[in-house]
């Protein structure tokens, strides 16, 4: 059974930043696409980043592009999202997300989810 447990979220002014991991358990990791995708409240949940299986590709959302980072560290079995310039319009719940090979950026694309991490960024 997969299992992925995020943390890192919280209250953060608006230009902060904030790193947010993923804790993954259940099955070979590397093998693996992570994704991040995040839900504001009375919105559709949303690609942010994603990530390949060894870490060699990434892909990311426009919105987030340029500050945002995805990266995973597989000994540790662990995803990363590093997001800098933090906006109010980040604000929302964080969910990492499994997925097979292929990089996709469509939520039901993936096939394990976290309970999410919330991120509030103050103006």
């Known amino acids: 059974q997969v299992q992925l447990v995020e943390s890192g979220g919280g209250l953060v002014q608006a230009g902060g930043s904030l790193r947010l991991s993923c804790a993954a358990s259940?099955?070979?990791?590397?093998?693996?696409?992570m994704g991040w995708f995040r839900q504001a409240p009375g919105k559709e949940r949303e690609f942010v980043a994603a990530i390949s299986g060894s870490g060699g590709t990434t892909y990311y959302a426009d919105s987030v592009k340029g500050r945002f980072t995805i990266s995973r560290d597989n000994a540790k079995n662990t995803v990363y999202l590093q997001m800098n310039s933090l906006k109010p319009e980040d604000t929302a719940v964080y969910y990492c997300?499994?997925?097979?090979?292929?990089?996709?950026?469509?939520?039901?694309?993936?096939?394990?989810w976290g309970q999410g991490t919330q991120v509030t960024v103050s103006s």
């Open positions: 259940g099955r070979t990791f590397s093998t693996y696409t």
């Open positions: 997300a499994q997925r097979g090979r292929a990089m996709l950026t469509r939520a039901d694309h993936y096939d394990y």
